[in-house]
């Protein structure tokens, strides 16, 4: 668990702008190459904040053809922690609101776009929006992170591996 938590704590680097940014780890829901039931969602900096092209597909389906909203929330709540790459240090999700504008549909694309906002101390707060390639937003959302230090993460135990 240590060395993966030092690897993690590697990928918090300089990234210019374009660069794509790296996962949070193999498994992750989000964003994991590794999650036969993830997003493997992509990210890259675009300018001080993050962007993606994502696509839902069959997995995430909420009522036929439209994606399950706690869907739509993962996949915001994972572009939120690749902008944590540009901040330089860990934080976790202390409050997430989607707003649901228009139906988020399986097998279109949509551009997401997250950002922070201001900074509080240990607090961040960030907003990100989807939209349509005509450039229609069909969610909304802001958060609120909260700065952790890596240890935070010892308090789970990755499969396989033992906690130490
Ligand atoms: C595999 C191994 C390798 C490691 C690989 C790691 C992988 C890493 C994967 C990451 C993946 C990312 C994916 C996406 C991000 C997640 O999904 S993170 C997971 C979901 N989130 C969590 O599990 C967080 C659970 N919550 C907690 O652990 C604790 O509540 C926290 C967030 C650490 C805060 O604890 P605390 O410090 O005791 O809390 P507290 O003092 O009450 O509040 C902190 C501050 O927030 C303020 N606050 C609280 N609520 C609010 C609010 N709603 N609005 C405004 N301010 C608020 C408080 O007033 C306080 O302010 P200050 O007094 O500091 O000014």
Redesign the pocket.
């Known amino acids: ?1 240590q060395a ?2 030092a690897m ?1 704590a590697e990928k918090f680097t300089v990234y210019p702008d374009g660069a794509e940014l790296p996962t ?2 193999d498994h ?1 829901l ?1 964003c994991g190459p590794n999650n036969p039931h993830g997003h493997h969602l992509r990210a890259l900096r675009h300018g001080d904040g993050v962007q993606a092209w994502h696509t839902f597909d069959n997995r995430h389906v909420g009522a036929p053809g439209i994606v399950h909203g706690g869907a739509v929330a993962t996949v915001v ?2 572009l ?2 690749c902008l944590l790459f540009l901040e330089g240090g ?1 934080a ?4 997430l609101t989607i707003e649901y504008l228009a139906p988020v549909l399986i097998g279109a694309e949509y551009r997401l776009q997250a950002d922070v906002v201001r900074r ?4 961040l707060f960030v907003a990100a929006r989807a939209t349509e390639p005509a450039g229609r937003a069909v969610i909304t959302s802001t958060a ?1 992170f ?1 700065k ?1 230090s890596v240890e ?2 010892a308090q789970g135990s ?1 499969p396989g591996v033992p906690a130490d």
């Open positions: 668990m993966l938590l993690w949070h780890h992750c989000g709540d994972d939120y922690g860990p976790v999700t202390r409050q509080e101390g240990r607090k609120v909260v952790v935070h993460f990755p």
